[in-house]
Nanobody, 126 residues
Framework: QVQVVESGGGLVQAGGSLRLSCAASGRTFSTRAMGWFRQAPGKEREFVSAITWSTGSTYYADSVKGRFTISRDAAKNTAYLQMNSLKPDDTADYYC???????????????????WGQGTQVTVSS
């Protein structure tokens, strides 16, 4: 089992920044990748960013490319999402997910992940 805990959400003005953290505990030796998804009120959950654990390869949704940066600290079993130039459209609950099982499903799909956190709320005011 892997436990996933997000932190760092909050209220920020448009143009501001936030850094989200995702800490994994438990069977973390099996971590293959971590991803961030978000869900705004009345909308479906959507992919934001992902990072592979062994190589550090990164993936971004077009809507956040150039503004968000994902990184990892393997020693701490933690991933980070640095969010800059935030917009009101970025308002959502942000969820971290951990992939532990080898899968052919792309990391941009929620189906690739085995464990999820409870989410952290991000609100961007205009």
């Amino acid at each position: 089992q892997v436990q996933v805990v997000e932190s760092g959400g909050g209220l920020v003005q448009a143009g501001g920044s936030l850094r989200l953290s995702c800490a994994a505990s438990g069977r973390t030796f099996s971590t293959r990748a971590m991803g961030w998804f978000r869900q705004a009120p009345g909308k479906e959950r959507e992919f934001v960013s992902a990072i592979t654990w062994s190589t550090g390869s990164t993936y971004y949704a077009d809507s956040v490319k150039g503004r968000f940066t994902i990184s990892r600290d393997a020693a701490k079993n933690t991933a980070y999402l640095q969010m800059n130039s935030l917009k009101p459209d970025d308002t959502a609950d942000y969820y971290c997910a951990v992939e532990t099982l080898r899968t052919i499903v792309a990391l941009t799909s929620a189906r690739a992940y085995d464990y999820w956190g409870q989410g952290t709320q991000v609100t961007v005011s205009s």
